[in-house]
């Protein structure tokens, strides 16, 4: 199922790069991430900088240091708790 064309795709990522955080493993600096979603999703995120290439036989990708930092800031921004 290809996306949506009505969807917002700055929301889209950013939901998706702070669920990617969620399941990060590996190194601090560029941790990997399992691809369990969407190919299309997965797709945009390579497009964007955030993640290695998804297509291939590896269960997971990797993210930048940026994208890691930005994972995690999102990951807080939009699932943290409000104190």
Known sequence: MALPNHINEQKLTEVALALLWLGCHGEKESPRAWK????????LLHEKGHTSNP?????????????????AALFDKHFGSAT
């Not at 369990?36 to 797709?43: A, C, E, G």
């Open 36 to 43: 369990s979603f969407d190919w299309d999703l997965m797709n």
């Open 55 to 71: 297509v291939g036989k590896a269960k997971s990708v990797h993210l930048s240091p940026e994208a890691a930092a930005k994972a």
